[in-house]
């Protein structure tokens, strides 16, 4: 379509919500976008903000493709007209929302539950900010059919989004994602949506659901007598202006920790991040302002979680070489390791137990689990497939604990997506559990690569942005789909794992097996020294993600520095080998 055709189709989009019955604010907002400003019109407009399996994401304001109450509104009554199908014969449909502290946040939430009573659903609103585990806790308290949080996540501060839950506490899934989906694309008019339902149907919740959540999340410490001797363990933590200013404090303090030290400036809960280029944990620059505190007080250990708390940054104090940043595989290792070790030391291991991981995280898990004589299930990449797992093993094994490299991690099965809150506690009781044995975590990881070797991940994310950047991520995925490469750095690739086709192919004796998992646009190659490459591309965002992981074997601490450069030179020869810019 030529740009003059675009420019005609957004201009009659537009049209429609100056005649519609929008509010005047937004068709004002509109008008000055026609009379000013043809790029952002068109952006605003020139498609539907996509309602995809995870719910909605996008940048705020005016336009058929923007998050505004409208488009929430839509939304949600997609969603409220399939809870009525699937749970036709309910005499009183429940449902879930918390909301984070994203600018318009609480206005999505409150415009969310009052669409719901106008469907005639109970509501369940937090009575304000609260994390996304939370959330989870809260459907499943109150026997909710769905939920509903309000978030962007780590996103910059124009974003904000919409997640929709089921009734086990989890982010829906096949089939209901997509079902789901065909609702939403079905409302075709704002006329269709019930806006301004009964406010006596909705129940304002807060203080009672928290303390039983944390009540919960004290059942998960394992070592309390460790904590006990080291409760004045100092440890830094930050919400980053986010939802867990208030629940992992107490946490830490209900756990028994008594040293706890804000950064005072990111305790101001903010939709405009004033402190940070991103509120996202992953990045090193997040925690630029814990670092400086944890340095000025002489802390050992460094939280921060992201918006919504439900992902957690972790620097560790090290006598050698100051503070350490894990990544997200290490601080994942190490809490499955502490768990299954405590488990196997307390006698709580039967044999029923199993863990969960997905394919683009660390193996090193699940060595860990082999060693303890754990089941170590593989899924595709999101939460949403590790809560599928615990759905289906209910009442017939016990989950322990399952993480992703993308700093998420859940502990025990009241919640069913990943936990920044518990997270937090548990790597403050293994901190000081390690402290017990005078070790520090980066100790602890050091035991594991000496045991099961030094694991090594590396992180690389291609931005193509517009309709010839998506052509060619989609190039990129068919070359390395359609014509493989027989080996890498040199390397054998031994085994090719197409997660679309949902076959494994095995190099060496040219048989293809079946892989028991869902489609997903997934490659994967395993090389002969063990090394592993998956890409695939986001859906979230205009890029395509590599992920390497790589090991050696460890014999002594004094080995460390230089197997480090030799993994380090190992990822760099497989980005050179694969053609990667």
């Not at 007209?81 to 309910?90: A, D």
């Not at 007598?225 to 830490?252: A, C, F, M, N, Q």
């Not at 080996?487 to 028991?516: A, E, P």
Request: hydrophobic share 35%; glycine share 8%; proline share 4%.
């Amino acid at each position: 379509m030529k740009n003059d055709d675009i420019l005609t189709t957004v201009r009659a989009r537009a049209q429609k919500w100056l005649e519609g019955n929008y509010d005047e604010a937004t068709k004002q907002e509109v008008k000055k976008m026609l009379e000013e400003n043809k790029s952002e019109l068109i952006d605003a407009f020139y498609k539907d903000l996509e309602f995809g399996t995870g719910g909605l994401r996008g940048i705020m304001g005016a336009g058929t493709n923007r998050m505004n109450i409208y488009t929430v509104g839509m939304a949600t009554q997609g969603l409220a007209n399939y809870l009525h199908r699937e749970f036709s014969g309910r005499n009183e449909i429940r449902v879930a929302i918390a909301h984070d502290n994203r600018n318009n946040s609480r206005l999505f939430a409150k415009t969310a539950a009052r669409i719901f009573t106008g469907n005639e659903f109970r509501v369940f609103l937090f009575d304000s900010l609260r994390p996304t585990p939370e959330l989870s806790f809260a459907i499943r308290h109150f026997k909710c059919q769905a939920g509903v949080m309000i978030t962007a996540s780590h996103n910059p501060k124009e974003y904000n989004g919409y997640k929709a839950y089921w009734e086990d506490g989890a982010q829906v899934i096949e089939p209901h994602d997509k079902n789901i989906i065909r609702e939403v694309q079905n409302i075709k008019d704002i006329d269709e949506v019930k806006f301004g339902g009964p406010e006596d149907r909705i129940e304002i919740i807060g203080e009672d659901v928290d303390t039983l959540y944390l009540d919960q999340l004290l059942t998960l410490s394992l070592s309390p007598e460790s904590i006990s001797k080291h409760s004045d363990l100092r440890i830094v933590y930050t919400p980053i202006h986010g939802t867990g200013v208030e629940l992992v404090p107490r946490t830490l303090k209900k756990f028994g920790f008594k040293n706890i030290f804000h950064v005072p400036e990111q305790d101001v809960p903010d939709g405009n991040f004033p402190t940070v280029h991103s509120p996202n944990p992953e990045e090193p620059a997040a925690l630029e302002m814990a670092l400086a505190r944890a340095r000025e007080v002489d802390a050992e250990l460094v939280l921060a979680t992201d918006p919504d708390a439900d992902r957690v940054g972790v620097a560790v104090k090290s006598p050698e070489k100051g503070y350490i940043l894990l990544n997200g595989n290490q601080t994942a290792s190490l809490m499955l390791y502490y768990q299954l070790r405590r488990w196997a030391e307390t006698g709580r291991l039967t044999g029923n137990e199993y863990v969960v991981k997905t394919i683009v995280t660390t193996e090193l898990m699940a060595d860990i689990a082999e060693k303890y004589g754990v089941k170590c299930y593989n899924v595709l990449t999101g939460f949403k497939f590790i809560a599928d797992v615990i759905r289906r093993n209910e009442g017939k094994a016990v989950y322990i604990g399952g993480g992703e490299e993308s700093y998420g991690y859940l502990a025990g099965d009241f919640v069913r997506d990943k936990d920044g809150v518990s997270s937090c506690a548990l790597v403050a009781e293994i901190a000081a559990w390690a402290k017990e044995q005078d070790k520090t975590l980066p100790d602890v990881l050091m035991d594991l690569y000496l045991e099961f070797g030094y694991y090594k991940e590396k992180l690389i994310s291609i931005y193509r942005q517009g309709k010839s950047g998506a052509e060619e991520i989609q190039q990129m995925m068919d070359r390395f789909r359609n014509t493989p490469p027989e080996s890498i750095n040199g390397q054998d690739v031994m085994m090719i794992h197409d997660y679309l086709k949902q076959t494994s192919f095995d190099m060496i004796s040219q048989l293809r097996h079946s892989i028991n998992l869902p489609r997903s646009n997934v490659l994967q190659f395993q090389l002969k020294d063990g090394s592993k490459i998956s890409v695939r591309p986001s859906g979230t965002e205009p890029k395509i993600k590599f992920y390497f992981s790589v090991q050696e074997k460890l014999d002594s601490p004094a080995d460390f520095e230089r197997v480090g450069r030799i993994l380090d030179e190992k990822i760099e020869g497989i980005i050179r080998s694969m053609g990667i810019e």
